[in-house]
């Protein structure tokens, strides 16, 4: 029995069929890529091409940095960019001007939204002063506080009190609006002029005067 047992044994092997990795690869991946000569003698050898891949190198963080910075710089010193100083109103465009039959002429480049100033009352407003050619002689916004006054009984030259008032074809001024005025010289300060000082006049005689004018509201 253990003759037979071995015997047969020994006439019957077992296999174990196990895939190698390599030959799969070979066959299926490099065997179409590039043909092996030892198995296809007739192959001829392929010349290899050789192919320089150029990378840039990455930015570090320090040249990042810089050129975040040169990009900043190049929007600050732009001619194109207008860039407003802090405590100076924005420039305001150019508003058409409707005349009164004063003379005064008014332009509302912001209607307001609160209530309209009556006579007597103490007001602040903020406001720039030019003479006619366009030159700035006076700004409550460079001084960084509106001016207190009360309205309607002569504190201010009578175009101010007639501009934010109202009258004479002209509507009342509403808290938060910003009206642009043109007065005459006898709205203004007429043939005395303003500042005078040995013989020059911040304001000279006749001068037409524009105000772009903030009414705040109530002090």
Known sequence: MSSTT?????????F???????????????HGIKPNPTLNPEAKRQPQKVITVMASPPLRRREVSFSLAGLFLASVFDPSSH?????????????????APSG??????VVGYGEGAT?????KAHYVGRLEHGKVFDSSYDRGRPLTF?????EVIKGWDLGILGGEGIPPMLAGGKRTLKLPPELGYGVRGAGCKGGT????????LVFDVE?????
């Open 6 to 14: 071995s015997s047969s044994a020994s006439a019957t092997p077992t």
């Open 16 to 30: 174990w069929f196990r895939p190698r990795r390599q030959n799969l690869q070979c066959n299926h991946v490099f």
């Open 83 to 99: 860039a407003v100083a802090a405590g100076t109103p924005a420039e305001l465009p150019e508003c058409p001007l409707l005349v």
């Open 104 to 109: 005064l002429a008014f332009c509302d480049q």
């Open 119 to 123: 006579k007597g009352l103490l007001i």
């Open 150 to 154: 009360r309205v309607g009984v002569g």
């Open 201 to 208: 006049c911040i304001i000279p005689p006749d001068s037409t």
């Open 215 to 219: 009414f705040i509201g109530k002090a």
